[in-house]
């Protein structure tokens, strides 16, 4: 099935059903909850053979249950969200009622990658559908077990009149990009996001851009740098660092690379348990770390480096199992390291006062900014996500995804009579000297 394809037979559909009542939704919802739970094992061993290695716990937390927590979410808040918000009437247009309602935008296109190959394609599905749409997905075709079984998982829980899944490379995304589609949303790197805006452009397609950018974690003086140490690698672990929120840089302020690396080292974390998807990453990697001292590597094949952050290190975003360091000679130097660089999707901060936290929430631009913790704040289904700038612009996850994938159309119904129908044309002679009046000018 092309891309036009599958937006023309939904775009039927859409036609000859209408959009999908709330009650319909919640069925739905809970259909891909089951659908994905089901195929639990077999999502984590389709997983594990397009990784080559996978971690089957990475797959069921990030993966599996992300999506099944997602759906059972958003059906529970399913009817709050959809309620018609009602909006203040000034006083000259009393009697009168305004409110805005939430409605389904129509057919969504949805570009997942290969990193979190089952959550990037389905969890801003669960938001289209919870918000009354249909959806077009196409899946990585570097996971293509992964990406057979979500085209299994839509049609068993969404079926062709809700959901179509569109297979291929290179050359089915961008035609799949150029596609009017009612909005798209597109999940990888910062240079593909721009082709993607580009594409979409003609159409003036609505867009979601999930990126990623440079995810700093600062460690400030009062960290415990044995307990940071073992948060920031436990979060760099998973996926092998193939997260657009992973850790990237850990901005070192009082504290030196070598004492970092010994925590790292006593932390007994330093096999991520999932491998370089493939041997084009791994390139890309082995370059950016060319000539880069590493400070730190326990041996084997899903190895995490710890380095010392070096030319390319410091500019490109990682994407893999190398953690960066940077010694800051204070919380400024550090803020000034984040604002030369395009906004992160994720700011870390670990042993921040309060003071030192609101410095920073003042001082940048990020997705999120997150305290003791990372990755994490990504499971919490209704805590909005995405990016600022370069790393993405739009919101997805709980009553935030609904309202991206909704129009927010205006509503107002008027009473036979109001102050306001003193200005009705053609303007009497009080009606020009009130005018006057109301803007401060002398009648």
């Known amino acids: 099935m092309t891309p036009q394809d599958a937006l023309a037979s939904l775009r039927s559909a859409e036609a000859e059903d209408g959009a999908p009542a709330l009650a319909q939704r919640r069925v739905l919802l809970a259909a ?3 659908s994905v739970r089901a195929r639990a094992q077999a999502i984590a061993d389709a997983a594990n053979a397009d990784f080559g290695t996978r971690g089957a716990e990475d797959t069921l937390l990030a993966d599996v249950m992300l999506v099944a927590d997602a759906a059972a979410f958003s059906r529970r808040w ?5 309620r018609p918000r009602g909006a203040p009437v000034p006083l000259p247009f009393r009697p009168a009622r305004a409110w805005t309602e939430c409605v389904p935008k129509g057919v969504i296109g949805i570009m997942a990658p290969w990193n979190d190959p089952l959550q990037l394609a389905l969890l801003p599905a669960v938001d289209a559908i919870a918000a009354g749409n249909r959806v077009v997905i196409k899946p990585s075709e570097a996971a293509p077990r992964v990406a057979a079984l979500i ?12 959901a179509a899944v569109v297979q291929g490379g290179p050359d089915v995304a961008r035609d799949f990009a150029a596609q009017p589609w009612d909005h798209l949303v597109f999940t990888g790197g910062t240079e593909t996001g721009r082709l993607v805006m580009a594409a979409a452009a003609p159409n003036l397609t609505p867009l979601t851009l999930e990126l990623g950018g440079k995810c700093p974690a600062l460690v400030l003086p009062n960290a415990d740098l044995a307990r940071v140490a073992r948060d920031i ?9 193939q997260t657009c929120i992973a850790p990237d840089t850990v901005l070192l302020i009082g504290h030196s690379a070598a004492a970092f690396a010994r925590a790292a080292r006593a932390s007994g974390i330093g096999d991520s348990g999932t491998a370089v998807i493939n041997t084009a990453q791994q390139a890309r990697l082995d370059g950016l770390s060319a000539g880069v001292t590493i400070a730190w590597m326990e041996p084997g094949p899903q190895a995490i480096g710890l380095a010392l952050s070096r030319e390319g290190l410091a500019e490109e975003e990682i994407f893999g199992p190398i953690l960066a360091m940077e010694e800051c000679g204070s919380l400024d130097a550090a803020l000034d390291w984040v604002r030369e660089r395009p906004h992160p999707l994720a700011i870390y901060l670990f042993g921040a006062t309060r003071a030192e936290e609101a410095a920073v929430a003042a001082g940048t631009k990020s997705g999120a900014l997150v305290t003791g913790r990372a990755l994490e704040y990504a499971a919490l289904p209704g805590l909005a996500f995405g990016g600022v700038g370069a790393s993405g612009f739009g919101r997805r996850n709980g009553e935030a ?10 509503r107002m ?3 036979r009579w109001s102050l306001a129908r003193l200005l009705d044309r053609p303007y009497s002679d009080f009606a020009r000297k009130l005018i006057r009046r109301l803007v401060g000018l002398k009648p």
Request: proline share 2%.
């Open 32 to 34: 891909l909850r089951r």
């Open 78 to 82: 399913l009817a709050a969200w959809a």
């Open 151 to 162: 085209e299994e998982i839509a049609a068993e829980a969404w079926g062709p009149r809700i």
């Open 233 to 241: 690698l436990s979060a760099k672990a998973v996926n092998a660092g």
């Open 401 to 410: 995804g609904f309202r991206e994938f909704s129009n927010i159309r205006a």
């Open 413 to 415: 119904r008027h009473g």
